[in-house]
């Protein structure tokens, strides 16, 4: 069925699905709202506790050595990831929202301009949308919104007219966790440049399904979070080439970010640490890195030719229910499907079918303007991963099945 | 905690075919409730004559929790005093919050929502037609 990924395999590394939920085998389809982690991340944390554990960039003891070496070869496993042109562009962070959030106070909020705009799209998540939104209301500057179709799909035409002299920065997400769409960033990114414009782009749902080249993609910052790429909560990463990071204020004070303090001045310690104020997330950082060696050891190619079989099996079978829609049809999308099912209400769908030992997403997926768009109160919503199988797609939809039975008339 | 408990033949019932479920075009009184986490957004509109509730309808998009709970609503609103309706609310609560809490009599048919307090993630879907009737009266 795929081409070099066995799930059943996989599955082995990720104590937690062996679990029953309901007396049932858990089938876990949240997996963009938080992968599962394998064992070896676990494992990584619980051993860097165990016998590295200092304080980074502090301490001459033998420990405090192992501990910044293992902290640094983190940054330098995200900087391969990304592709980036050197470590010294992660700044690591609690994770994607904090990242966007760095990148709105620190790199837009010293020189934005009342009536200078910030531009994003319609699908994007509330992380995206929310730092900008306060940034627009401190300064007087204007958050405009590019359109998408009614397939889910960014309208570039307009995008492209919406960039104007005075817009500052574009936001966009690269694949959107309500929708499923991944956007064209490269287009994106030509079209900014044209007119001089940087690009945030959140990369929360992108990096545990696609390769990324932040080089190739032509953006200015790009945001990941380890908990969506089998990784640990509480530490993500922002990448930004260097010469922005250089010209940016810090945006928090403390220890880690300086070079010398005294109470009348403070020299602020080089790029990234200048912007990792406070002890870091050590072991989520080492914990990322695990991830990292996870992802690549089964193969990003690999991962997302499965991904896109179980994407092309779900949506076959979920179109053959009646009354049920997909939201969101872009012909190219990640491992995400919305859906809504007429006279049944996705709460009611997510209990059931959880009674069944499935877990899904239902509600609004914090991306609230999107749902609006669509005129849907809620949606509710599978997402796959690489240890995902056809049959617990098969389980899946005999669940729904059954929850259709009982609400619809 | 099993399916059926939670999703009981009445539950299921009022979803299907809700009583009172419309527009109320001369109601007096009007409130509306949100559950951000679900997506559920509820009206209700009433009737409200010489301090007792008349008439009274729901409106919106909800799940069957709340359909049903609205639906029992507003039937049993009818002829309530609109001055008890704060405390009968509280007493609705505990009845949700103790499953071994015996029948409220002057709560009647809406004691069948009692199962529901069992499934926590769920007591606020019951409660949502009580908040937008206490917002109907301001």
Redesign the interface.
């Known amino acids: 069925m795929t081409n070099g990924l066995d799930p059943h395999a996989l599955r082995s590394q990720f104590p937690i699905l062996a679990r029953t939920v309901h007396e049932k085998p858990l089938v876990y389809f949240d997996n963009a709202a938080t992968t599962q982690r394998p064992h070896s991340v676990v494992e990584a944390i619980s051993s860097f506790y165990e016998h590295s554990n200092a304080n980074v960039h502090r301490g001459v003891h033998q420990l405090s050595v192992e501990a910044s070496e293992a902290f640094e070869e983190a940054r330098e496993s995200v900087a391969r990831f990304l592709n980036a042109a050197s470590a010294k562009e992660i700044v690591f962070t609690r994770g994607t929202t904090e990242a966007i959030n760095l990148v709105a106070n620190s790199f837009l909020g010293a020189s934005v301009r009342a009536g200078d705009e910030v531009l994003i799209t319609h699908m994007e998540h509330h992380a995206n949308i929310v730092p900008w939104q306060l940034l627009c209301q401190r300064t007087g500057a204007k958050l405009k919104v590019a359109p998408m179709d009614s397939t889910g799909v960014l309208d570039l035409e307009a995008f492209e007219s919406l960039i104007t002299d005075r817009t500052r920065l574009v936001g966009i997400v690269h694949v959107s966790n309500a929708l499923g769409t991944v956007n064209p960033v490269q287009e994106v990114c030509v079209m900014a440049k044209a007119k001089g414009v940087p690009v945030l782009v959140d990369g929360a749902q992108a990096t545990p399904h696609l390769a990324i080249d932040v080089q190739a993609l032509g953006c200015d910052f790009y945001c990941l979070s380890g908990h969506k790429m089998y990784g640990p909560t509480g530490i993500g990463a922002l990448w930004a080439r260097q010469s922005h990071l250089e010209a940016m204020p810090p945006w928090q004070g403390g220890g880690e970010m300086i070079k010398h303090v005294s109470f009348t001045e403070t020299t602020f310690n080089e790029v990234p640490h200048k912007f990792e104020a406070g002890t870091p997330h050590v072991a989520g950082a080492i914990g990322l890195k695990s991830a990292i060696d996870f992802i690549e050891s089964v193969g990003v190619a690999q991962i997302a030719e499965h991904e896109q079989a179980l994407l092309s099996y779900a949506t076959e079978k979920l179109l053959a229910i009646d009354g049920l829609r997909i939201i969101g049809q872009a012909k190219n999308k990640g491992p995400v499907i919305s859906f809504v099912v007429e006279?049944a209400?996705?709460?009611?769908l997510g209990?059931?079918v959880d009674?069944f030992g499935v877990a899904i997403r239902?509600?609004?997926h914090c991306a609230m303007p999107a749902?609006q768009f669509f005129d849907?109160?809620?949606t509710a919503r599978v997402s796959f991963a690489a240890y995902n199988t056809h049959e617990e797609i098969d389980v899946f939809i005999d669940a729904l099945n059954h929850a259709r039975a009982?609400?619809?008339? | 905690m099993?399916?059926d408990q939670?999703?009981q033949k009445v539950i299921?019932e009022h979803?299907?075919?809700p009583h009172n479920y419309g527009p109320l075009d001369h109601a007096t009184h009007r409130g509306q409730a949100h559950d951000?986490?679900?997506?559920?957004?509820l009206q209700m509109a009433l009737v409200i004559e010489g301090g007792v509730v008349t008439e009274a309808m729901f409106d919106g998009?909800?799940?069957?929790?709340t359909?049903a709970s609205a639906s029992l609503l507003t039937d049993w609103l009818i002829g309530r005093p609109v001055h008890e309706l704060a405390s009968d609310f509280e007493a609705f609560k505990a009845m949700l919050a103790d499953p071994t809490q015996r029948p409220v009599a002057h709560l009647g048919l809406l004691n069948q929502l009692q199962p529901v307090g069992a499934?926590p993630a769920?007591r606020g879907?019951a409660c949502l037609p009580w908040i937008a009737t206490l917002r109907a009266l301001g």
């Open positions: 006279s209400h996705a709460h009611d209990t059931i009674h239902t509600g609004h749902m849907v109160p809620a009982m609400l619809v008339p | 099993s399916l939670l999703y299921l979803n299907k075919d951000a986490l679900c997506g559920d957004d998009q909800a799940c069957a929790v359909k499934f769920r879907n």
